[in-house]
């Protein structure tokens, strides 16, 4: 324990100079900014500020792009709460409740919800990083390919329990996810898969393309539909701010969602993505009146939002103890430490623990100051809502274009967007929900992969599933989650047919 | 007359080309790089980037357009107008185990470019889980050899390199492992941290700290000499594998027909940032090797290109005939 304030000291010491303190201001400053850009997400934002940093020396840099990553972060939910954009795969969940609020004109709640939540996240989460970080390093070790793959079965479980009306349309959607991740070079033999002959989609399809198109572009031609409809906020736009009331009600997902999303962050190969879901569907089951649910619970936006800083945070853990990149986002810091002349390693908290601690105290620093910047933006924000439709909806499809664009600097992902964008609208005139196939999108690429690395390591035999406690344990759940899922259904159809 | 007038022409044009080539650049130039920002290539590009916009007083931007193991970044390359503006990094892969791996490329490697020079190269090391039972390079091959050790093999993925090299690797060898291919080289290296998996083939840069960390052994680095950034570590060559020499070298193309004035321009600020000592030292500090002087020619370059593509195309392609 004395270790842990004298290194907090230290990182506290390193963090709190004019210097870095100003470096990790414009981090987040720039980053909430950015990341406010619908479709511009924490990949795109860092490699495109990369440069920025070449000047500054290293501590410095890292904590520059750090704040430049939550800042991102942040953003992205903005962008899920106010035009149904998810920013990327966490903020999927965000948009469910997120966005029914700001229909609701409860905008202003629910930004300052996520913001909040996510501040008590991240100051949970720096903590976590600060003392258990090394230790929980070596357990995240033991979890091997068949242990993710029972871990990403549970994911689609909770997939299910996501959805809003039918359970057979859920299983539809996460189905037609698992088939749209499976477009791509094949990982083991190079042969291309669904690609239709079209080069462009040989990598497969990007995720930001198809939640933009499912979500946003759809969002948009729905509302262009109708022309009463066609404002965001219909009527007042009511508080500001959240008020003791609703924090109440938040306060008990926030304080879960925490756990979870520190947990999960943990695990390499982007356990992360799976907080946000896994708390969703804990609020939902354990929520009273689970009804509210997608239409604007404020529980629904609390719990997601903490979930994702708190997985955002911890995904540091394996970079900085071990050196390796947990997801995308991480391998880009690494880069960043590379291109600044620390190549990051197993040894970075002894060699260089002004660097690492100073990191870990910059983090905390950085949540509090997003909290500083975003609550004053709020209002900004949600008066953005006001103007016009007709120039907002041809703003925002510019700036979806430039967006996905700058992604990949490739075209095509715009009219892949477009396309996506159609079929959500078609989606959504079915009455079936993107978001469960959004979720089975992400997991089905982790899933293949690591399906097929624990069937070759263990000669093709399944018994490897059911033979290693940790992955045995895992199915067992997501067979339960999915039996309590499906029950109810079922026991409803039987009784709707002897009705009749 | 008309042969005044023929030479005339043929003089301004000459003297505007010189012209071009002389005021070159006027206006910042687009460095295609064809994988994601963050990664070996990347940072090679930027580091040498920076040095070209001092040098040449414009902006050196680098692009990052990443897919289909580089191909795409090098195909939009290879038809970008030769200007001068637009340049790129090939490296191994797009430049030498491409024309096996992907049957409907859109370029030659060897035809559609103007080679400017070889930037660095970067080191091969086949590394092993630290547990892993076997003291030397000769009792990890002779283990490989062996169908009932079931030797784990780790890659990042068809048409990367760790899977390229190790390709290379099993074929001389005759290794007889298990396979499992990762999305890129964290997660496998995670993995191979953990113990999941036995062994795996990279680039110096992604391993040297978790050489160093001691979290994972090194049998040997596939050069000629030792690297300074991992001096314990034996060459191929010291502990008896010498056939097994493999680098995954980065080297800047511009696109056929660019004018040769400014080719030549480009090679000779390469050449100069290889000598100057900040980026030397910063290639230097990635374990990366920098080529002699013989070696920065783009004639040079040119005959690395086609040698790789001969040696690399019948090794890849009997994999290709084997994993179907």
Same mark, same amino acid.
Not at chain 1, 202 to 228: C, K, T
Not at chain 1, 379 to 391: E, I, N, Q, S
């Given at each position: 324990?004395?270790?842990?304030?004298?290194?907090?000291?230290?990182?506290?010491?390193?963090?709190?100079?004019?210097?870095?303190?100003?470096?990790?201001?414009?981090?987040?400053?720039?980053?909430?900014?950015?990341?406010?850009?619908?479709?511009?997400?924490?990949?795109?934002?860092?490699?495109?500020?990369?440069?920025?940093?070449?000047?500054?020396?290293?501590?410095?840099?890292?904590?520059?792009?750090?704040?430049?990553?939550?800042?991102?972060?942040?953003?992205?939910?903005?962008?899920?709460?106010?035009?149904?954009?998810?920013?990327?795969?966490?903020?999927?969940?965000?948009?469910?409740?997120?966005?029914?609020?700001?229909?609701?004109?409860?905008?202003?709640?629910?930004?300052?919800?996520?913001?909040?939540?996510?501040?008590?996240?991240?100051?949970?989460?720096?903590?976590?990083?600060?003392?258990?970080?090394?230790?929980?390093?070596?357990?995240?070790?033991?979890?091997?390919?068949?242990?993710?793959?029972?871990?990403?079965?549970?994911?689609?479980?909770?997939?299910?329990?996501?959805?809003?009306?039918?359970?057979?349309?859920?299983?539809?959607?996460?189905?037609?996810?698992?088939?749209?991740?499976?477009?791509?070079?094949?990982?083991?033999?190079?042969?291309?898969?669904?690609?239709?002959?079209?080069?462009?989609?040989?990598?497969?399809?990007?995720?930001?393309?198809?939640?933009?198109?499912?979500?946003?572009?759809?969002?948009?031609?729905?509302?262009?539909?109708?022309?009463?409809?066609?404002?965001?906020?219909?009527?007042?736009?009511?508080?500001?701010?959240?008020?003791?009331?609703?924090?109440?009600?938040?306060?008990?997902?926030?304080?879960?969602?925490?756990?979870?999303?520190?947990?999960?962050?943990?695990?390499?190969?982007?356990?992360?993505?799976?907080?946000?879901?896994?708390?969703?569907?804990?609020?939902?089951?354990?929520?009273?009146?689970?009804?509210?649910?997608?239409?604007?619970?404020?529980?629904?936006?609390?719990?997601?939002?903490?979930?994702?800083?708190?997985?955002?945070?911890?995904?540091?853990?394996?970079?900085?103890?071990?050196?390796?990149?947990?997801?995308?986002?991480?391998?880009?810091?690494?880069?960043?430490?590379?291109?600044?002349?620390?190549?990051?390693?197993?040894?970075?908290?002894?060699?260089?623990?002004?660097?690492?601690?100073?990191?870990?105290?910059?983090?905390?620093?950085?949540?509090?100051?997003?909290?500083?910047?975003?609550?004053?933006?709020?209002?900004?924000?949600?008066?953005?809502?006001?103007?016009?439709?007709?120039?907002?909806?041809?703003?925002?499809?510019?700036?979806?274009?430039?967006?996905?664009?700058?992604?990949?600097?490739?075209?095509?992902?715009?009219?892949?967007?477009?396309?996506?964008?159609?079929?959500?609208?078609?989606?959504?005139?079915?009455?079936?929900?993107?978001?469960?196939?959004?979720?089975?999108?992400?997991?089905?690429?982790?899933?293949?992969?690591?399906?097929?690395?624990?069937?070759?390591?263990?000669?093709?035999?399944?018994?490897?599933?059911?033979?290693?406690?940790?992955?045995?344990?895992?199915?067992?759940?997501?067979?339960?989650?999915?039996?309590?899922?499906?029950?109810?259904?079922?026991?409803?159809?039987?009784?709707?047919?002897?009705?009749? | 007359?008309?042969?005044?007038?023929?030479?005339?022409?043929?003089?301004?044009?000459?003297?505007?080309?010189?012209?071009?080539?002389?005021?070159?650049?006027?206006?910042?130039?687009?460095?295609?790089?064809?994988?994601?920002?963050?990664?070996?290539?990347?940072?090679?590009?930027?580091?040498?980037?920076?040095?070209?916009?001092?040098?040449?007083?414009?902006?050196?931007?680098?692009?990052?357009?990443?897919?289909?193991?580089?191909?795409?970044?090098?195909?939009?390359?290879?038809?970008?107008?030769?200007?001068?503006?637009?340049?790129?990094?090939?490296?191994?892969?797009?430049?030498?185990?491409?024309?096996?791996?992907?049957? =409907?490329?859109?370029?030659?490697?060897?035809?559609?470019?103007?080679?400017?020079?070889?930037?660095?190269?970067?080191?091969?090391?086949?590394?092993?889980?630290?547990?892993?039972?076997?003291?030397?390079?000769?009792?990890?091959?002779?283990?490989?050899?062996?169908?009932?050790?079931?030797?784990?093999?780790?890659?990042?993925?068809?048409?990367?390199?760790?899977?390229?090299?190790?390709?290379?690797?099993?074929?001389?060898?005759?290794?007889?492992?298990?396979?499992?291919?990762?999305?890129?080289?964290?997660?496998?290296?995670?993995?191979?941290?953990?113990?999941?998996?036995?062994?795996?083939?990279?680039?110096?840069?992604?391993?040297?700290?978790?050489?160093?960390?001691?979290?994972?052994?090194?049998?040997?680095?596939?050069?000629?000499?030792?690297?300074?950034?991992?001096?314990?570590?034996?060459?191929?060559? !010291?502990?008896?594998?010498?056939?097994?020499?493999?680098?995954?070298?980065?080297?800047?193309?511009?696109?056929?027909?660019?004018?040769?004035?400014?080719?030549?321009?480009? =090679?000779?600020?390469?050449?100069?940032?290889?000598?100057?000592?900040?980026?030397?030292?910063?290639?230097?500090?990635?374990?990366?090797?920098?080529?002699?002087?013989?070696?920065?020619?783009?004639?040079?370059?040119? !005959?690395?290109?086609?040698?790789?593509?001969?040696?690399?195309?019948?090794?890849?392609?009997?994999?290709?005939?084997?994993?179907?």
């Amino acid at each position: 324990m004395p270790d842990l304030i004298g290194n907090l000291g230290l990182g506290f010491a390193t963090a709190l100079t004019p210097m870095n303190l100003a470096l990790c201001f414009l981090g987040c400053l720039v980053g909430t900014l950015i990341g406010v850009l619908p479709g511009v997400g924490p990949i795109a934002t860092i490699a495109m500020l990369l440069p920025l940093t070449f000047k500054v020396e290293p501590t410095g840099a890292l904590i520059m792009l750090a704040g430049i990553y939550y800042g991102a972060q942040y953003g992205g939910s903005t962008t899920a709460i106010l035009i149904n954009v998810p920013g990327e795969a966490t903020a999927v969940v965000t948009c469910l409740d997120g966005h029914a609020m700001a229909r609701k004109g409860q905008a202003g709640i629910a930004l300052g919800i996520a913001a909040l939540g996510s501040f008590f996240a991240g100051t949970v989460a720096t903590l976590v990083i600060a003392a258990i970080g090394a230790p929980l390093t070596r357990l995240a070790l033991l979890f091997g390919p068949a242990e993710y793959f029972g871990l990403m079965v549970l994911g689609l479980g909770l997939a299910i329990v996501l959805a809003r009306g039918s359970v057979l349309k859920a299983i539809i959607m996460v189905l037609s996810g698992l088939l749209l991740s499976t477009v791509g070079t094949d990982l083991e033999t190079g042969q291309e898969r669904l690609t239709l002959g079209i080069a462009d989609l040989s990598d497969g399809i990007d995720f930001a393309v198809l939640a933009m198109g499912v979500f946003g572009i759809a969002e948009i031609l729905r509302n262009l539909e109708n022309p009463e409809a066609r404002a965001v906020v219909r009527g007042a736009i009511g508080r500001l701010l959240p008020s003791a009331a609703d924090l109440r009600k938040a306060f008990g997902p926030i304080v879960r969602a925490t756990g979870l999303g520190s947990v999960l962050g943990i695990l390499p190969g982007n356990g992360a993505v799976l907080a946000p879901f896994a708390s969703y569907t804990l609020e939902k089951k354990l929520a009273r009146d689970p009804s509210r649910f997608g239409k604007g619970a404020i529980e629904g936006v609390a719990g997601p939002e903490a979930a994702n800083n708190a997985g955002a945070q911890t995904a540091f853990i394996p970079l900085l103890t071990l050196g390796i990149p947990p997801n995308a986002v991480m391998a880009l810091m690494v880069g960043a430490m590379t291109i600044h002349g620390v190549i990051p390693g197993p040894q970075v908290m002894t060699k260089s623990p002004t660097l690492f601690w100073g990191m870990v105290a910059s983090m905390w620093i950085g949540n509090l100051m997003l909290l500083v910047i975003n609550l004053p933006l709020i209002g900004l924000w949600v008066r953005l809502l006001k103007v016009p439709y007709r120039l907002m909806f041809t703003i925002i499809l510019l700036f979806c274009c430039i967006g996905i664009y700058s992604i990949n600097n490739n075209p095509w992902d715009v009219y892949f967007t477009a396309f996506f964008g159609l079929a959500g609208y078609l989606l959504i005139k079915f009455g079936l929900e993107p978001a469960p196939m959004l979720l089975g999108f992400v997991l089905g690429r982790l899933m293949e992969e690591k399906l097929r690395q624990a069937l070759a390591l263990s000669e093709g035999s399944f018994m490897t599933f059911v033979q290693r406690p940790v992955s045995a344990a895992l199915l067992m759940i997501a067979a339960a989650i999915i039996v309590i899922a499906v029950l109810p259904a079922v026991r409803r159809g039987r009784e709707e047919a002897f009705r009749e | 007359m008309n042969r005044f007038v023929a030479v005339l022409a043929a003089a301004s044009a000459l003297f505007a080309t010189a012209a071009i080539a002389q005021n070159y650049p006027t206006r910042p130039v687009t460095i295609i790089v064809p994988f994601a920002a963050g990664g070996p290539t990347d940072i090679i590009a930027r580091i040498v980037g920076e040095y070209f916009s001092k040098a040449l007083g414009q902006q050196f931007i680098v692009e990052n357009t990443a897919g289909a193991g580089g191909t795409t970044g090098i195909t939009r390359g290879a038809q970008a107008k030769p200007d001068g503006y637009t340049i790129m990094m090939g490296h191994m892969g797009t430049h030498g185990a491409a024309p096996a791996l992907y049957p =409907n490329l859109k370029y030659d490697p060897t035809k559609d470019f103007e080679p400017i020079g070889l930037v660095a190269g970067t080191p091969i090391l086949i590394v092993a889980r630290k547990d892993f039972p076997a003291a030397d390079l000769k009792a990890f091959v002779a283990r490989l050899k062996d169908p009932s050790a079931k030797v784990k093999q780790a890659h990042a993925g068809v048409g990367s390199v760790s899977f390229t090299s190790c390709t290379l690797l099993s074929s001389q060898v005759g290794a007889k492992s298990i396979v499992a291919a990762y999305r890129g080289t964290g997660p496998a290296l995670n993995d191979l941290v953990g113990g999941q998996v036995d062994y795996m083939c990279d680039q110096i840069v992604n391993l040297v700290e978790q050489v160093k960390g001691g979290n994972v052994k090194a049998y040997a680095i596939a050069t000629a000499q030792r690297s300074p950034a991992l001096p314990d570590v034996p060459t191929t060559k !010291e502990a008896g594998l010498p056939e097994y020499q493999v680098s995954a070298w980065n080297a800047l193309f511009a696109p056929k027909g660019t004018p040769k004035e400014i080719v030549a321009k480009l =090679n000779e600020t390469l050449v100069k940032a290889l000598d100057d000592e900040a980026t030397r030292k910063r290639l230097l500090d990635l374990g990366s090797v920098i080529p002699d002087k013989a070696g920065r020619s783009p004639q040079a370059l040119a !005959e690395l290109v086609k040698s790789e593509v001969a040696r690399w195309t019948p090794i890849l392609k009997a994999y290709g005939a084997a994993g179907q």
